[in-house]
């Protein structure tokens, strides 16, 4: 899943003013005061990750020690795992249907676009045999593009 508009879905807790860009049409002597969070800013990324923590703890979804970007949520001996990656979510849980009602719960909160079966995750492709239990992940792309840049592609 991908959220649209990420931060700014979070709500400022400080005054932040900012210089207008240069195409808006303000007076020199004028400052924008930020009412929502935006990308770039230091508060943008916490104002985010607060609001989603939040919804998620609704939904009964805790982070885990380790990571507090991974939540999980125990329910009838089934567990479901949320993993947050900015604006992206990966999803994981043996039954499709508690992704698929947690997906409903969360675009009742946030714009989010359903980008269907995980095939690639922070530049990795994932693969997966359902039937022999088994995921694959491989940095093909990411090798080729380093060898590529550093003119060995051809090794």
Not at 31 to 53: F, P
Not at 126 to 144: F, M, P
Request: proline letters at 3%.
């Amino acid at each position: 899943m991908d959220v649209k508009s990420t931060y700014l879905n979070g709500e400022l807790k400080e005054e932040i003013f900012m210089e207008p860009p240069p195409s808006f049409n303000i007076p020199d002597s004028m400052v924008l005061r930020l009412i929502k969070a935006i990308y770039g800013t230091k508060q943008g990324g916490r104002m985010w990750y607060n609001n989603i923590q939040t919804t998620l703890k609704t939904m009964g979804y805790t982070h885990t020690k380790s990571d507090h970007t991974i939540f999980v949520y125990f329910q009838d001996g089934k567990v479901s795992i949320i993993a947050l990656y900015v604006d992206d979510f990966t999803m994981a849980c043996k039954d499709l249907a508690v992704i698929e009602r947690d997906k409903e719960e969360l675009k009742k909160h946030y714009q989010m676009t359903d980008l269907g079966e995980l095939t690639w995750i922070l530049g990795m492709h994932v693969t997966r045999d359902c039937k022999a239990g088994q995921i694959d992940l491989s940095q093909q792309k990411y090798i080729k593009e380093i060898l590529e840049r550093f003119r060995k592609s051809d090794i």
